[in-house]
């Protein structure tokens, strides 16, 4: 077993969640050598071309995370997990964090294909690449950005992948959404944590009414100018905001997810093209996650 393979544990916690292995055409080649060689790519972020012999041939390995990732297998194999660590008691619901980080783009990312002959008009995004494919330029250069929600345990509940640019506020309500944890036994999925926790990017009274709505506790503290604003609204202005400074201090779990997230070279830096490549790939570093003791 080499550095960074799946120890025999995570391979029996992981083994029934894989689809079967018979295909029309053949047979695929050993679901534990080829997911070893994704997962030693994305810790160590090197091309695929240049994986180790001993995964087999590279185009495979690249496929089968490129299939994956296209239809929902590494979506469908985290949340089976996820069902699993919580049939052990392994999840902590009793705070989720949500945040966001930057992740700088290789220029290999950049230049995706347009589906469709480009039509002359206003330029309104940057020529060198789609506006669906999760990239937005900075000062920096082309960036994106991963928004998730993390539990307790420091391990990520559910994520999306936008622009750069984007804004965290407007992206926590899809976020939350996202997080559906089936119940083995029976019963609904569970949805809901008992409470949320952000920072003052995620202040606002949409997100506010949304928890309100779903009876989510949430620790968030106001910006200045959202409080000075309500006070002058007198009566209107609505009741202030509660925060716990003390509860608010458990903020740094999710801080801590995104670091172990980022342990990932091939999530600290984006080197996929397409968007939905990559959101598998920042997926199995968190599937990798939840499979750990």
């Not at 180790?52 to 297998?73: I, Q």
């Amino acid at each position: 077993m080499g550095r960074g393979d799946l120890t025999s544990a995570e391979w029996v916690r992981l083994e029934p969640h894989l689809p079967s292995s018979g295909q029309r055409g053949g047979r695929w080649n050993d679901h534990r050598t080829v997911i070893n060689g994704i997962l030693f790519r994305v810790r160590t972020g090197i091309p695929w071309r240049d994986l180790p012999e001993r995964f087999g041939s590279w185009k495979t390995v690249y496929e089968r995370h490129r299939r994956w990732s296209a239809d929902g297998t590494w979506d469908r194999i985290l949340t089976a997990v996820q069902a699993d660590a919580d049939l052990a008691g392994r999840i902590d619901w009793s705070m989720v964090g949500v945040d966001s980080t930057s992740c700088r783009a290789h220029q290999h990312a950049a230049g995706a294909r347009k589906k469709k002959p480009r039509v002359p008009k206003k330029r309104t995004t940057p020529r060198n690449h789609r506006p669906d494919e999760g990239l937005g330029r900075s000062r920096g250069g082309l960036t994106c950005k991963i928004h998730l929600a993390g539990e307790g345990g420091c391990r990520p509940m559910a994520l999306l992948v936008t622009p750069g640019q984007c804004g965290d506020a407007p992206q926590m309500i899809e976020v939350l959404d996202r997080i559906r944890v089936p119940r083995t036994r029976g019963g609904r999925p569970r949805t809901r944590p008992d409470h949320l926790s952000g920072d003052k990017a995620y202040s606002s009274r949409r997100n506010r009414r949304y928890l309100r709505r779903r009876q989510i506790k949430h620790t968030i503290p106001e910006p200045k100018d959202q409080r000075a604003h309500r006070k002058r609204r007198g009566n209107k202005g609505g009741r202030p905001a509660g925060f716990d400074s003390e509860i608010y201090k458990r903020r740094n779990e999710i801080e801590r997810t995104i670091n172990r997230l980022k342990n990932s070279r091939a999530v600290a830096t984006r080197y996929d093209k397409r968007a939905y490549v990559f959101h598998g790939t920042v997926t199995t570093a968190a599937i990798r996650l939840w499979l750990r003791p």
